[in-house]
């Protein structure tokens, strides 16, 4: 009851503060990160008042669109993780509030359109609060404002919500905001498995999570690709707008399409890359490019478009990508470009105090031998490190421009 309290007090203050109509989206899509965020919801960490004001945002937002709501109370669909004090034990997850429990909500809107089947789009609004264990930060305790990961994704949402009211598909269109995703998934895992729906009805399921770093080269990965027989020739169908595409084809990922591939539901995941400022307080939105927010949520609605006179998509398994990879005890401490097509594996971001920083490694430099191994690709970069233990030394070599220098290493 207290929670519904604070939520509809927020929406009053929503409400009563809101601003004239925006007709331009590129105008809507800043506006929608430039709320998430803002310092004002301190990071929106599940659990929290600034988690609360976010998700009475997005409900206001759905509201005004003229969305039905598709929670279990209005747009909220809130539900409460009790986390156990042995680390061997997942943490619960149930709708009922527990004494000592972490409450969250997801938010959820609907369009009822002609034809049984749906389709869901969604994208989780939680972020870290002010750091916390996820955090790569280094310095005192700061707001981390996420507005990459993941204000970029929830603002997509909004606009491919919009569209599709201006526009109607032949499926109903479900619109779910996750919260708890940074915690594990949270939001999207208690929905798939206490959804408002009936998932036998869902065709499909598109996240998007970390999309407001489009580049020049204009790189994007789009994973679980072979979730689906024909979703890599959707994909490319859909592509008129020159994006260098990445596809990968596990439908099993650090981010919510998961839940929903786990329930047996073709799932795509689009993701602009990883960036030095991942789980930093400098992911803020004067770094945010928002045409590119655009072009990626305009291909999945090419997608959308296109699928909506087609049979219902028959379901694949996928390869656990995750954990067929080496396992590895060191870490160079460098975010990979995970968008890189060249040979070895360059360094988009280096952590501090780490090895590589130690040794002189700098963002760009292009990872082409570690040890004795050939790095040609990711695969091969970890089955390098998984040779190493710490306290080992090494030499490693990289592409620097057209040079190939040599570092020493200590893990």
Same mark, same amino acid.
């Given at each position: 009851?207290?929670?519904?309290?604070?939520?509809?007090?927020?929406?009053?203050?929503?409400?009563?503060?809101?601003?004239?109509?925006?007709?331009?989206?590129?105008?809507?899509?800043?506006?929608?990160?430039?709320?998430?965020?803002?310092?004002?919801?301190?990071?929106?960490?599940?659990?929290?008042?600034?988690?609360?004001?976010?998700?009475?945002?997005?409900?206001?937002?759905?509201?005004?669109?003229?969305?039905?709501?598709?929670?279990?109370?209005?747009?909220?669909?809130?539900?409460?993780?009790?986390?156990?004090?042995?680390?061997?034990?997942?943490?619960? /997850?149930?709708?009922? *509030?527990?004494?000592? &429990? !972490? +409450?969250?909500?997801? $938010?959820?809107?609907?369009? #009822?359109?002609?034809?049984?089947?749906?389709?869901?789009?969604?994208?989780?609004?939680?972020?870290?609060?002010?750091?916390?264990?996820?955090?790569?930060?280094?310095?005192?305790?700061?707001?981390?404002?996420?507005?990459?990961?993941?204000?970029?994704?929830?603002?997509?949402?909004?606009?491919?919500?919009?569209?599709?009211?201006?526009?109607?598909?032949?499926?109903?269109?479900?619109?779910?905001?996750?919260?708890?995703?940074?915690?594990?998934?949270?939001?999207?895992?208690?929905?798939?498995?206490?959804?408002?729906?009936?998932?036998?009805?869902?065709?499909?399921?598109?996240?998007?999570?970390? /999309?407001?770093?489009? *580049?020049?080269?204009? &790189? !994007? +990965?789009?994973?679980? $690709?072979?979730?689906?027989? #024909?979703?890599?020739?959707?994909?490319?169908?859909?592509?008129?707008?020159?994006?260098?595409?990445?596809?990968?084809?596990?439908?099993?990922?650090?981010?919510?399409?998961?839940?929903?591939?786990?329930?047996?539901?073709?799932?795509?995941?689009?993701?602009?890359?990883?960036?030095?400022?991942?789980?930093?307080?400098?992911?803020?939105?004067?770094?945010?490019?928002?045409?590119?927010?655009?072009?990626?949520?305009?291909?999945?609605?090419?997608?959308?478009?296109?699928?909506?006179?087609?049979?219902?998509?028959?379901?694949?398994?996928?390869?656990?990508?995750?954990?067929?990879?080496?396992?590895?005890?060191?870490?160079?401490?460098?975010?990979?470009?995970?968008?890189?097509?060249?040979?070895?594996?360059?360094?988009?971001?280096?952590?501090?105090?780490?090895?590589?920083?130690?040794?002189?490694?700098?963002?760009?430099?292009?990872?082409?031998?570690?040890?004795?191994?050939?790095?040609?690709?990711?695969?091969?970069?970890?089955?390098?490190?998984?040779?190493?233990?710490?306290?080992?030394?090494?030499?490693?070599?990289?592409?620097?421009?057209?040079?190939?220098?040599?570092?020493?290493?200590?893990?």
């Amino acid at each position: 009851m207290m929670r519904l309290y604070v939520f509809i007090i927020i929406s009053l203050v929503i409400v009563s503060c809101s601003k004239p109509e925006i007709t331009n989206p590129i105008d809507q899509l800043k506006a929608d990160v430039a709320l998430l965020a803002s310092d004002s919801l301190e990071g929106r960490e599940v659990g929290t008042i600034g988690e609360d004001k976010a998700a009475a945002y997005l409900a206001s937002r759905l509201k005004n669109l003229g969305l039905e709501p598709k929670g279990t109370d209005g747009y909220l669909q809130a539900f409460y993780v009790n986390k156990s004090n042995n680390p061997h034990e997942k943490e619960s /997850i149930s709708s009922k *509030d527990s004494l000592g &429990g !972490i +409450a969250g909500e997801n $938010v959820i809107g609907y369009i #009822n359109n002609p034809g049984d089947e749906i389709i869901i789009l969604g994208a989780h609004f939680d972020h870290l609060g002010y750091g916390g264990l996820s955090s790569l930060y280094r310095g005192d305790s700061a707001i981390h404002n996420g507005a990459d990961d993941n204000a970029s994704g929830t603002a997509a949402l909004l606009y491919l919500a919009e569209e599709l009211l201006k526009k109607p598909i032949q499926r109903d269109v479900m619109i779910l905001a996750f919260s708890g995703e940074e915690k594990g998934l949270w939001g999207s895992n208690y929905f798939s498995k206490n959804p408002t729906i009936d998932l036998e009805k869902v065709d499909y399921m598109i996240n998007m999570d970390m /999309i407001g770093r489009l *580049d020049t080269a204009k &790189g !994007i +990965a789009i994973h679980g $690709v072979g979730t689906a027989p #024909n979703w890599s020739e959707e994909i490319d169908q859909a592509n008129t707008f020159n994006l260098k595409v990445i596809k990968k084809e596990s439908g099993v990922g650090p981010s919510d399409h998961t839940s929903f591939y786990l329930q047996d539901i073709p799932v795509l995941h689009y993701f602009t890359g990883q960036h030095e400022d991942y789980h930093r307080p400098s992911d803020d939105v004067d770094l945010i490019n928002f045409e590119g927010i655009k072009t990626v949520a305009d291909h999945i609605l090419n997608v959308v478009r296109s699928l909506e006179d087609q049979p219902k998509l028959a379901f694949q398994k996928t390869k656990d990508e995750s954990k067929s990879g080496p396992k590895f005890t060191v870490t160079l401490g460098v975010v990979p470009d995970y968008m890189f097509d060249g040979k070895g594996v360059r360094i988009d971001g280096v952590s501090e105090d780490k090895p590589a920083q130690k040794a002189g490694l700098v963002k760009g430099d292009v990872v082409v031998q570690l040890g004795d191994s050939t790095v040609t690709d990711m695969m091969s970069y970890m089955r390098a490190l998984s040779s190493f233990s710490s306290g080992d030394k090494t030499v490693v070599k990289v592409k620097r421009d057209k040079e190939e220098l040599a570092f020493d290493i200590q893990f």
